[in-house]
């Protein structure tokens, strides 16, 4: 069978490859993207979608919830304040990974909490792009 996964990018990815690149690297969000499709094969069927705003990513996880068995979360700076988001995914009743590029816990202190872990299934941090691509894997072996 084939798991359906939405992989959900908050504020700032779509500058990848050219923000902060010694933070977040060079690759670009559509290099991500096709990365992940390689991974995936044919045995996942992934939608991916990225948004600056916090309504926008709370309506994808709400369209999630009926198309998709898995979301792979990167929640940037949201994730250490937005209350909504973690209320959106804990309607979600499949797997939740969240995704971030750097160590939160290596930087500033603000960015140690994140809400969105009290609903994560697991948490990848530090790894860059290759994060996403664990997730991915995981998902897929379970």
């Known amino acids: 069978m084939t798991i359906r996964i939405a992989v959900i990018n908050g504020p700032n990815l779509n500058l990848l490859g050219v923000r902060q690149p010694e933070i977040y690297g060079y690759d670009t969000l559509a290099d991500l993207e096709s990365q992940m499709r390689a991974a995936a094969g044919n045995n996942a069927q992934l939608s991916f979608m990225q ?7 709370i309506e994808e996880i709400h369209r999630a919830r009926n198309e998709a068995d898995a979301i792979i979360i990167n929640p940037a700076a949201y994730s250490h304040t937005s209350v909504a988001i973690l209320d959106a995914l804990n ?12 160590n939160i816990h290596k930087r500033e202190k ?3 909490h994140s809400w ?11 790894m860059g792009m290759a994060g996403y691509l664990a997730a991915l894997n995981y998902l897929m072996a379970s």
Not at 51 to 57: L, P
Not at 92 to 102: A, D, I, N, Q
Request: with cysteine; glycine share 12%; charged share 25%.
């Open 91 to 102: 309607t979600f009743e499949g797997k939740v990974m969240e995704v971030h590029l750097s």
């Open 116 to 126: 969105v872990s009290g609903r994560a299934d697991a948490v990848i941090c530090g």
């Open 51 to 57: 948004s600056n705003h916090e309504g926008e990513i």
């Open 110 to 112: 603000f960015r140690h």
